[in-house]
T-cell receptor, first 116, second 111 residues
Framework: GAGVSQSPRYKVAKRGQDVALRCDPI?????LFWYQQALGQGPEFLTY????????KSGLPSDRFFAERPEGSVSTLKIQRTQQEDSAVYLC??????????????FGPGTRLTVL | DQQVKQNSPSLSVQEGRISILNCDYT??????FLWYKKYPAEGPTFLIS?????DKNEDGRFTVFLNKSAKHLSLHIVPSQPGDSAVYFC??????????FGTGTSLTVIP
């Protein structure tokens, strides 16, 4: 498949558990974005990578959220000690260029996280 | 503090007629705007964009209009088709990296 893929598609966690969400961007895409989409809301920016460098993490809601992209391709979003308010769809997007503006972002299908 | 607002959660239009989806923003520094379309259980897909140096951009049946003085943009779909039924999000950016999305408008095109 040539698109952005995310795994798992669905994740149920007990409150307090750690979770790891994976994103495989389109091959060759320089930029990678993570978004959080709560029910009935639009996607909200979490963090942005250019290759392996995390250039903007201003949207991460707390220090329980951590993202990495060590080799400039696959990215993992980790949430420690999950809380019920973390329940949302987590979307990953990638774009070809070094600026998200100049190039359209291609989104994955998302991971729906439910924290019980 | 929602910087991008879509005040109509839903819209129904007859097939063949025009669909007009609206979006308002508050940050005058935004200079790039996009529309995304989303089907259930899928990620948003890019539809059309416009830079603040323009007031109109057209791509087939889709046209985006930007009114900077009113901080308002709209997406026109004409003629509307049943396959256009989806949730439409507008998004805005001023850095190129961080995009701010509206809450979406669910469009239903009635055959």
């Amino acid at each position: 498949g040539a698109g952005v893929s995310q795994s798992p598609r669905y994740k149920v966690a007990k409150r307090g558990q750690d979770v790891a969400l994976r994103c495989d961007p389109i091959s060759g895409h320089v930029s990678l974005f993570w978004y959080q989409q709560a029910l009935g809301q639009g996607p909200e920016f979490l963090t942005y990578f250019q290759n392996e460098a995390q250039l903007d993490k201003s949207g991460l809601p707390s220090d329980r959220f951590f993202a990495e992209r060590p080799e400039g391709s696959v990215s993992t979003l980790k949430i420690q000690r999950t809380q019920q308010e973390d329940s949302a769809v987590y979307l990953c997007a990638s774009s070809l260029g070094s600026s998200g503006r100049a190039y359209e972002q291609f989104f994955g299908p998302g991971t729906r996280l439910t924290v019980l | 503090d929602q910087q991008v607002k879509q005040n109509s959660p839903s819209l129904s239009v007859q097939e063949g007629r025009i669909s007009i989806l609206n979006c308002d923003y508050t940050n005058s520094m935004f200079d790039y705007f996009l529309w995304y379309k989303k089907y259930p259980a899928e990620g948003p897909t890019f539809l059309i964009s416009i830079s603040s140096i323009k007031d109109k951009n057209e791509d087939g049946r889709f046209t985006v209009f930007l009114n900077k003085s009113a901080k308002h943009l709209s997406l026109h779909i004409v003629p509307s088709q049943p396959g256009d039924s989806a949730v439409y999000f507008c998004a805005a950016s001023n850095t190129g990296n961080q995009f701010y999305f509206g809450t979406g408008t669910s469009l239903t095109v009635i055959p």
